[in-house]
C-alpha cells in the first residue's frame, strides 16, 4: 500500500523541459545540459512516463526568482546576451560583478566557471520553474514525490552566480514549501557541497542542510562544509557537514549516509525532504574522486523515500553524461518503487552506453585507493550524531 514505508507504489510527478537541452554552456565547459535530455530519453525507453504525471509549468517569473535573489543580480541575468558581454563595456563589467564571465585564471577562457550563456535567462526560468512547479505540487498533497532533473543548482548567490549555477531553484522551492510544512530537511550528495543552499538557511530553525562532500584541500567550493560548520542561532546544529576524502565506496558511504539520516529524521521531524542527488559522487566523474556506484547512490534515494515524507528530488553535477542519465534513469525507477532491467533498450542515444556494454549499471573503479579510513569515517559519523543529540536534548 502507498503508505507503508518502503511501499512499491507513490504518487510521482516530473518534470522536463526540452528548451533546456540545447543550452550550451561552451565547447570546453564541463556542464552540459543535454545529459538531462539523455537521461529523459532513457526514462521514455524504459516505459517510466506511464508511470507518473508530467508536470507541465509556466517558467518561474521575475518576482519568483527575485524572492531569494538581489533584484540588480535578477536585472543583469535578465538582460545579458552573450553578444553585449563580448562587446565589452558596462555589459561586461556588470556581469563580471556578478561571477558571470570572470575567468579564474586570467586569460585562460577555459577558466570561466559561469560563462554569459545564450539562452541565460529562458534557462534559469525554466529549470526553476521545475523545481517550483514540483515543490507546490508536493505541498498541495497532489503527489509524494516530485522529480526535476534539470534543477538542482546548489552554488548560486542571494547575489552571484557560482559553480555553473545562476538561480538557485532549490532555496526557491525550499521558501515555496515552507508555505506548507513546518520543518525541511535538505539532503545534498553532490560531491561538492552545497554552499548556496547552507548559506540560505544557516540561521533557520526550520530548515536543516545535510551535504556530504568531498572536504580535500582545495576542493570547490574551497573552505566550506567543514565537519565543525553547524549552523547560527536559531539554525544551531541544523547544519549538517560529511567531508570525505577521495575514493569513498559503496560501504563506506552508506554507512555513513544511512545512520546519520535516520538521526536527522529523528530529531528534526520534517514534514518534507528536498535531495539534490549531483551525480559527480559516482566513481569515474572527471571533478570528483568518489567510488560509487549508481546502486549505491540511489541506496541513498530509496532510504530517504522509505520515510514515506514529501520528497523532491532534483539532479545538479554530474559529468560524464552516460553515467548520469543512467544514474537519474535508474533514480527515477527506485522514486516509482519499480526494478529495471540492466540492459538499456534501444533508443536515440544508446550509442552512448556503447562503452558500459549497454548496461545501466557500469563497473566502479576496481583498486581505487580509499582515503577514507575506518577511523576517520567512524570519527566523522560520531561527531555528527554527537552534534545531532543537541537537537533531541
Ligand atoms: O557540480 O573550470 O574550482 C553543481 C556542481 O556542484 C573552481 N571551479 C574555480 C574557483 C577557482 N577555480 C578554478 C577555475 C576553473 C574554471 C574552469 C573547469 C573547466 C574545465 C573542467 C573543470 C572545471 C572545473 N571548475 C572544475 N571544478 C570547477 C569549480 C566549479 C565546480 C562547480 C561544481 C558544480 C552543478
Ligand atoms: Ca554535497
Ligand atoms: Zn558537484
Redesign the pocket.
Known sequence: SPSCPDGPKRRVCYYYDRGIAGVDYGE????VPRRVDMAHALIRSYGLLGDMSRLRTRPATYDDISAFHDRGYADLLGSLTPEAFAGGGEAELTARSFNIGEP??KEDP????NPPIAGLWDYCCRYAGGSLAAARALAAGRHDIAINWSG????ACRDKAS???YVNDIVLAIRELLAAFARVVYVDI???HGDGVETAFVDSGRVMTVSFHQGTTDF?PKGRGKLQDVGVGEGLYRAVNVPLHAGMDDEGYYGLFQPIMEKVMEVFQPEAIVMQC?G?SLSGDP?GSQNLSIAGHARCVRFMRSFNVPLLLLG??GYTINHVAACWCYETAVALGKEIDDDIPQHCYDSYYQSQGYKLHYPVKKGLKNDNTNHHVTQTKNTVLRNLAELAA
Open positions: 570546453d565547459h564541463v556542464m579564474s585564471k577555459r577558466s570561466v566557471d538542482g543548482m546548489h552554488h559553480g555553473f549555477c553532490d560531491v561538492h570547490f549531483g559527480d571533478l545538479g553535477g
